[in-house]
């Protein structure tokens, strides 16, 4: 367990110092001279805290009568004199505090604008791997929390608790200048006690609190997801069962609030008595020395404003200890996103890709996502300039993995991948991807407008060069047709617009970028056949003068290929033009045979429902 806690201290300091980084930026000397000033003002605001009580008890002491004429006279200027000084002294406290806070704000803002965006850029240089493995939401989360936790540290950690502390060693210095080390001794003592406790008092109820959000997050998970399936609660009928579980998950959640208020009771209570005692204490000693004439009625009330005013910013500590430690969790995981290694990084000294001709070369090219399992076992093909290969095969026989070789989201584990003769692990990723071009089978579509998603192909293109690429992409037309035009929003992740229309902005989108190669992956495998060959055509415009690579899973797609090669099982298991395929009369035309069949059965079945359709609206006609 001790070495638990010392392997998270460590983590909690190395966040600490790294976030120090931030806050002390090289080569910003403004923003250094921020930091100065912010931690000068901080100071003299604390400073000059320390000075209210003392301004208060003379101004008792003043209002206190004294007897005799020239007493008496004096009272008429003297107090005001001093209640102005009380008063302008708590003005100035006030004011360096908040002039502080707002000479930092644009050092903190920097900061975490800086980290969030290290963060961001970071993100995109991690390898396809890394975001397969994890969620999106998730990642953004950390981000958000980790941005969020760093404003909360930095805010009670350096602005209150931090000042506080310092205030309480300058009150007990005061206070043994200006009578003796005891009141010091025991305002110190009672703050100890209060911050000992309190401190531990939350560790201890910290597994309450835990509990309490889990519960509940159980309950909400349990409320939501029975939502979501509303249809089918309401075909079973188990409206009566939802409710049982929900209301099982809201019970453990009301046993752990209760623990958790009945505990934060008791952490109240306990700080409570602690000041009670403390200023017991105090007074009693204070107002003894009063009796005896040693103090005065103002230096009592002075000593009994000294520990509420250090008492009083210390009642949220319990409340900030949890949060600064949940805050420098938040940040460790997001500055652990910047220590994730890239898994497929740029070699020093990398030069850009020098596309010439645009061929493409496999050399006897092996790969595996794990070290367990190949996927390619020495496959090798060359796509001459301007020409298209196909690649063809059962689910799984590798045909995507080429295309993220070709991409360069991971690295072979032998052989070669080149494209005019340069290796791509020896070129910069960002040259090697603005060369190619991909048309995916999945196309997610920012929330954005069409203008906006025809436009992410090349950022910055002219009104006149995102339409010429539509009209290549045949979704021109269709465009204008929509009231809003090219001003349409396609709603999230392109929801709004059909698979077909998406399509055709994926196209326009990739030939408004203008690529020396072109990779169509599943293009249009999850279209239906009638929408397929209309984007047959807009295609082949994409295609025409670039190398392509058509990944394929319809085999109707890839007759007019230069070359088709059949993956099976990790190995090119043949190749040639479709008719030489056909021809040999194995693995292709076999395949081309199950699909044909597949198609002729589909439009059969679709034959027949609309017979029986239409004979069914004859019979319901009147004689």
Known sequence: MKHAETGEERGHLRTLLTLARYLWPQGEPGLRARVVASLGLLLAARGVNVLIPIAFGR??????????????????????????????????????????DATF??????????????????????????????????????????????????????????????EILIVAGILWVMFDFTF???????LG????????????????????????????????????NFETVK??????????RYDQAMQRYEHAYVRSEVTLNALNFGQQAIIAVGLTVVMLLAAQRVANGQMTVGDFVLVNTYLLQLFQPLNFLGFAYREIKQGLVDMEAMFGLLREAR???D???????????????????RFGYRPDREILKGVSFTVPPGRTLAIVGPTGAGKSTISRLLFRFYDVNEGAVRVDGQDVRDVTQDSLRAAIGVVPQDTVLFNDTIRYNIAYGRPG??????????????????????????????????????????????????????????????????????TEQEIQSALRNAAQGRTTLVIAHRLSTVVEADEIIVLQDGRIAERGTHGQLIALDSLYAEMWRRQAQAVEAAEAAAAAAAAAESSEVRARAPA
């Open 59 to 100: 101004a008792v002491d003043a209002l206190t009568p004294q007897g005799g004429a020239a007493g008496a006279a004096s009272l008429v200027v003297v107090p005001i004199a001093i209640v102005a000084a009380y008063g302008m002294v708590r003005l100035l406290s006030s004011a360096f505090t908040e002039a502080s």
């Open 235 to 244: 075909y079973f009928g188990n409206e009566a069962h939802e409710a049982r």
């Open 461 to 530: 293109a002219s009104q006149a060069e995102i339409e010429q690429a539509a009209r290549q992409a045949q979704v021109h037309d269709f465009v204008l047709r929509l009231p809003d035009g090219y001003d349409t929003r396609v709603g999230e992740r392109g929801l709004k617009l059909s698979g077909g229309e998406k399509q055709r902005v994926a196209i326009a989108r990739t030939l408004l970028k203008d690529p020396r190669l072109l990779i169509l992956d599943e293009a249009t495998s999850a279209l239906d056949t009638h």
């Open 343 to 345: 898994e497929v990084p």
């Open 105 to 166: 704000s644009k050092v903190q803002g920097r900061a975490m604008r800086r980290i969030a965006l290290e963060v961001f850029e970071h993100l995109h240089r991690l390898s396809l791997r890394f975001h397969l493995d994890r969620q999106t939401g998730g990642l953004s989360r950390v981000i958000e929390r980790g941005t969020r936790g760093m404003t909360f540290v930095l805010d009670f950690l350096l602005f209150r608790i931090a000042p506080t502390l310092l």
């Open 184 to 190: 010091s001794a025991i305002i110190l003592l009672s």
């Open 347 to 365: 070699r020093p000294g990398a030069k850009p890709l020098r596309v010439t001709d645009g061929e493409v070369r496999f050399e006897d090219v």
């Open 193 to 228: 006690l209060y911050i000992a406790f309190t401190l531990l008092f939350t560790e201890w109820r910290l597994r309450f609190r835990r509990q309490m959000n889990e519960t509940d997050q159980e309950a909400n998970t349990k409320a939501v997801d029975s939502l979501l």
